[in-house]
């Protein structure tokens, strides 16, 4: 196979965001919406790398976000960074990888660093990658901070902004559990757990909280359904583990597009009644399963407010400047270089289950409406 250059596409990406931030600093106060995609061919790959800008005052600083992965729950955490801008008056510079993998995210992470914006937040889809150009910006005096959900902790980053991935999957255990009990659904039987991929510490650390109450329960967890990031994949593969398992008692989707997956599969395969479902995160596409009770609930991860706690935070950060940063970080409840947020758990109807350690809240969909209007906007 001829090889490709890496230098050429990289300049180019490299001019064209150059070109667009100049272009924010420049243009009128009021209001500067603009997105430019490139794409960057390499050897096997195709990358869409967008930069989005809104909401910010001539001059403003300039503040990335790196998500994980173009889905829906990742565009709830954009909006909450972006809404963290539109308050705080910083312009938000947000990529979203179409792909579970790390090496777009490095280089979007250098391509910005040599831009010198002037902070970045990332969710690493491989924490150990992500050491290095995280000490670079690091080094470069640009404020570097991981979330939301997944955490680099052997870099330098600043702070880890999101949840504890291991009481996140107990979390989850323990509310199946609860939807298990309140359908009469009893142990024997099997459980199963799908996933976008298994590479990130979060990823196995929630596993192994999922699995632990459930076991111990009498069911048994069996291997992680991967999709490889891809919902279409999420269906079919929740539908064959449907058909191989006669005796499946209750399924997980741990990311946000496995859960309408599920949801369908169970809706397909006429299993509502006889497999309980819950699901991580809080989209719009869920809402019509739980309404006809193909999903039974869901653990709500806060991503929009811990989004714009980021956003806000890199703002602090980058007005402070290097030789500041302890001062700013010394505002906010640091704890071993983490600020965990809590979860909740969802249901459509109020279920009569007492709460656990590991939520924060119990609450109906529409009682949540209430209480988290903003993000409701979103996802509605």
């Known amino acids: 196979m001829k090889k490709i250059s890496y230098f050429f596409p990289v300049l180019i990406l490299c001019i064209l965001l150059a070109v667009v931030l100049s272009f924010a600093g420049c243009a009128e106060p009021e209001r500067i919406v603009e997105t430019v995609t490139e794409t960057v061919t390499e050897t096997v790959t195709e990358t869409v790398v967008e930069t989005v800008v809104e909401e910010a005052p001539k001059g403003a600083p300039k503040i990335g976000y790196i998500t994980r992965l173009a889905v829906p729950w990742w565009v709830v955490c954009e ?7 539109a308050d705080f008056g910083f312009q938000p510079v947000i990529y979203d990888p179409p792909q579970l993998t790390v090496e777009d995210q490095v280089r979007v992470m250098e391509t910005w660093i040599a831009s010198e914006l002037d902070g970045i937040m990332i969710g690493p889809n491989d924490p150990a990658a992500t050491i290095g150009v995280i000490n670079q910006a690091i080094e470069a005096g640009i404020p570097a901070v991981t979330g939301y959900g997944v955490d680099s902790p052997e870099s ?3 702070v880890f902004v999101g949840y504890a991935a291991y009481e996140l999957g107990t979390a989850l255990g323990k509310g199946l559990l609860a939807c298990l009990e309140t359908q009469g659904i009893e142990p024997p039987g099997k459980v199963s757990y799908h996933t976008g991929g298994m590479a990130s510490t979060e990823d196995v650390a929630a596993l192994e909280g999922f699995t632990e109450p459930v076991e111990a329960a009498g069911f048994e967890v069996i291997e992680p359904v991967l999709d490889e990031g891809d919902a279409s994949k999420a269906i079919a593969r929740a539908s064959e583990t449907i058909q191989v398992y006669p005796d499946l008692k209750g399924m997980l989707g741990f990311y946000d597009y496995t859960g309408p997956a599920l949801g369908k599969a169970v809706t397909d395969a006429d299993k509502i009644d006889d497999i309980a479902v819950i699901s991580a995160g809080v989209i719009g596409e869920q809402i019509p399963y739980m309404e006809s009770g ?6 709500d991860l806060v991503q929009y407010e811990g989004s714009y706690l980021g956003g806000e935070i890199l703002y602090k950060l980058s007005q402070a400047g290097q030789e500041g940063w302890d001062e700013v970080l010394a505002e906010y409840p640091v704890e ?9 758990f969802l249901t459509y109807e109020e279920l009569d289950v007492e709460m656990w350690p590991e939520i924060g809240w119990m609450m109906t969909i529409e009682e949540w409406k209430e209480e988290f209007p903003a993000v409701w906007e979103v996802i509605k």
Do not use: P, T
């Not at 909006?79 to 801008?85: D, E, Q």
């Not at 193909?294 to 653990?299: H, N, R, T, V």
């Open 336 to 344: 071993d270089g983490e600020i965990i947020l809590g979860v909740g």
């Open 156 to 158: 330098d980053r600043l």
């Open 294 to 299: 193909a999903i039974d609930a869901l653990i």
């Open 79 to 85: 909006k909450g960074f972006s809404a963290a801008g």
